[in-house]
């Protein structure tokens, strides 16, 4: 089961008060925006406990709503994956900004292009570029290109993907121009390098 927290949603069910725990949470290095908590019963008593108004929605109110979101952050903040709880409902709750290479490294993989990049860190093309260069001494497209790259022979060695997903999810939009940038850097196809990597 996955639950989706949204910065509005948290805001709305706190409201009139903020609880200490998203006031100062305990410090937690990471930049982690998922947790995976452990099954426990009290988990299942809550999900039953939804399922139950699931059935009945005629009883669902705003109200109940709140209370059972309360509830499930209450569980959840007492998991043993509580640090990382924490640091993720705060950062929704208080969003931080975002430095430069955060938002590269979030977009590796993507078909964006320099100006949408440029955009997405409130830069200029021309001092987006200037700044890229300072972080990762390359140029913008030959880092991102190879780093695509990379995590495509990554996948190909450790999946069983096939080699049209592997070139959606690397970023690539043609399998065919993915198939000949890969050559040009592994000296092999996709699939020569997958069969050599398994010999």
Known sequence: MAVHFYPEVLKKVYEKEIPEFLKHPKPYIGREVAAKVPDDILL???IESILFYFDNPSIVNEEILILKLKELILLLINTKNTPLVLQILS???SPVSYTFKEVIEAHLYT???QTELAQLTNLSLSSFEREFRKHYNSSPAAYLHNKKLEYAADLLRVSD???SDITFSCG???AAHFSKCFS???GMSPTE???SQKE
């Open 172 to 174: 690539f939009n043609n």
């Open 184 to 186: 040009e850097k592994y």
């Open 193 to 195: 390098y997958r069969l």
């Open 111 to 113: 078909d964006l292009s």
């Open 44 to 46: 299942q008593k809550y």
């Open 161 to 163: 993907n096939r080699i």
């Open 91 to 93: 950062s929704l709750f």
